[in-house]
């Protein structure tokens, strides 16, 4: 069936530094590949999207690259900020007859230190 | 605009009793999906529905069964609840116009069954 993994489970960083978190995902047919930001007790909130026709997209300090030859998508934030500590998931999806199906890596949780 | 809203936001119940988890969205969204999540194991789909009338089965879907009332409700069911279904539950709904189009979130249905 379909699967996510996701890397590290946890990371932390000083303010100002670069994070980096790292998913594969095994369905080649997946298209879609999202990413959400959940903070402590909240719902989880989109931050930045990729389709598979775009090896890389950029939206102020977070950008996100997709390798489909290799099945595997990053995250990148830079100068990060202790607002940025939260959860963060990404997702891949597949499209059984024309719908969104996603399916959620396992979550990296972020500490930013000031 | 309210989204997507569940109810209840909080419920305990004891082993063995039933309850209901209602979802509704307002965006006239075709897809619709339950998730629950646990610590340190990401969102996991339990059931989904692609169209008014269709459900399909998730990662985890013992234990559960939903209901697509109309294209704006997607209920969830625990028939006997165990202790193992203890967990955050999230609704989800996503849109149709383009296949990949963002997800989003009800605020969550804490559940403890004791």
């Known amino acids: 069936g379909e699967n996510v993994e996701q890397h590290p489970s946890t990371l932390s960083v000083q303010e100002g530094d670069s994070a980096v978190i790292k998913c594969t995902y095994s369905d080649s047919a997946s298209n879609y590949f999202p990413w959400y930001k959940q903070e402590l007790g909240k719902r989880p909130q989109l931050i930045i999207d990729i389709r598979s026709n775009v090896g890389e997209k950029k939206d102020q300090r977070i950008a996100v690259t997709l390798n489909k030859t290799a099945k595997h998508f990053s995250l990148h934030i830079t100068e990060t900020q202790p607002e940025d500590s939260a959860v963060y998931f990404c997702a891949a999806s597949i499209n059984p007859g024309g719908y969104n199906k996603l399916i959620f890596g396992a979550g990296t949780r972020l500490a930013v230190h000031p | 605009n309210a989204g997507v809203t569940q109810t209840p936001k909080f419920q305990v119940l004891k082993t063995g009793q039933s309850m209901t988890l209602q979802c509704a969205q307002d965006m006239n969204h075709n897809s619709m999906y339950w998730y629950r999540q646990d610590p340190g194991m990401g969102l996991r789909l339990i059931y989904y529905s692609a169209s008014e009338g269709t459900t399909d089965k998730g990662e985890v879907p013992n234990g559960y069964n939903v209901s697509r009332l109309n294209k704006r409700e997607f209920s969830l069911r625990l028939e006997s609840a165990a202790p193992s279904q203890t967990s955050v539950y999230f609704c989800?709904?996503?849109?149709?116009?383009?296949?990949?189009?963002?997800?989003?979130f009800g605020q969550g249905t804490r559940l403890t069954v004791v």
């Open positions: 989800a709904s996503s849109g149709r116009d383009s296949p990949n189009t963002e997800a989003f």
